[in-house]
């Protein structure tokens, strides 16, 4: 069975810094994309950041750029979401995705979800 698990989420101050993880279970990373999104409450999901398969292509979305980083570490099947210098409105549930090869800014062409890591920015 194809799994994502996301972790790491949690409750920081502002300007502080989390490292959101996402492992794969019942297949390997390697041949696939992943991507990071968000929901915050009342607002619909949205990119944050996807890395390719090969880890050579990244992309973020415009509010994350200069904070946000990811990479992931294929012979743990891992990837990661450094988050820096949080704002108040990172604060979301965010959901890792798997879709093969390449990355996608469409929702609908990841089939394979996590469950979600909650990430909230108060002081």
């Known amino acids: 069975q194809l799994q994502l698990v996301e972790s790491g989420g949690g409750l920081v101050q502002p300007g502080e810094s989390l490292r959101l993880s996402c492992a794969a279970s019942?297949?390997?990373?390697?041949?696939?994309?992943i991507g990071w999104f968000r929901q915050a409450p009342g607002k619909e999901r949205e990119g944050v950041s996807c890395?390719?398969?090969?880890?050579?292509?990244?992309n973020y979305a415009d509010p994350v750029k200069g904070r946000f980083t990811i990479s992931r570490d294929n012979a743990k099947n891992t990837v990661y979401l450094q988050m820096n210098s949080l704002k108040p409105e990172d604060t979301a549930i965010y959901y890792c995705?798997?879709?093969?090869?390449?990355?996608?800014?469409?929702?609908?062409?990841?089939?394979?979800w996590g469950q979600g890591t909650q990430v909230t920015v108060s002081s």
């Open positions: 890395i390719g398969f090969g880890g050579g292509g990244t």
């Open positions: 995705a798997a879709r093969r090869i390449y990355c996608s800014g469409f929702e609908d062409e990841y089939g394979t």
């Open positions: 019942g297949f390997t990373l390697n041949y696939y994309a």
